[in-house]
């Protein structure tokens, strides 16, 4: 032990704070979400078991909140630095809640298509294959309109053959079809355009602009552009600084 450690006692091992690695916010406004959400999220038991005991059933809007609660508890610890391999049980939770919702009944593309996303950047994919395709099959042979089946975007995404016959036109969905068709070099050019554009794009979200408000911001990330590079192996020095891509997870094994 050293002059100077005898006197003031053993330097303690200096931790570097994590980077935050989102836009605007920092990691205390992230870590008052988490309080917000993790809330919310503790209540979910007695929420359901209420409702159950007094309608009999829970219904897919409740599958599909619970869904989303835990995805914006993901992206917040991600926004806030997290290590990726601590956002994999709150995403499987996620998958969960999701996966028990009625296919013949499910509208929500991109719910479906983030929740895809994802699984596949994290390489967990695999572990929920059987079910995931399962409830895109029920889902594209459900009564619903065309308009509400899945997209071409999840067929790709999870390794399905179908194109399906979807009619949804969100401008999103449509640019990320039209990528995914083409050649390699012009794929990721045509990828660093929809990344420039990707906010405008979705402008009618309800998290636009949710950064000027006093809760409710997650960051902003583009989980489906950085799926489809990374199953297109794009070069990702392309993408590596714009705010919207989640490198990190991208990078991840």
Sequence with gaps: MGFFSKIFGATREHKEPQKVRAQYKDSKYFNKELERINLWISDDDEDFQRYEEKNGRLENHHFIEACNIRLQKLQVDYAKGEPIDQLIPTLDAAIDFLLKADPQEFKNNSLFIKCCSLL???????????????????????????????????????????????????????????????????????????????????????????????WGYTGYWSWEAAAVAKKMELDSSRFKDNPYFPYDIFLSE
Excluded at 132 to 154: D, G, M, T, Y
Excluded at 166 to 191: C, H, M, W
């Design 120 to 214: 596949f950047l994290v390489d967990r994919l695999q572990e929920h294959t059987a079910a995931v395709h399962r409830f895109i099959n029920a889902w594209e042979n459900s009564p619903i309109e065309s308009s509400f089946k899945p997209v071409r975007l999840i067929y790709f995404l999870t390794g399905l053959d179908n194109k399906g016959i979807s009619t949804n036109d969100y401008k999103p969905f449509v640019v990320l079809q039209k990528i995914i068709d083409l050649p390699i070099r012009e794929a990721g050019a045509a990828l660093v355009q929809y990344l420039e554009e990707w906010y405008s794009l979705h402008n009618e979200e309800a998290w636009y602009d949710s950064h000027l408000r006093e």
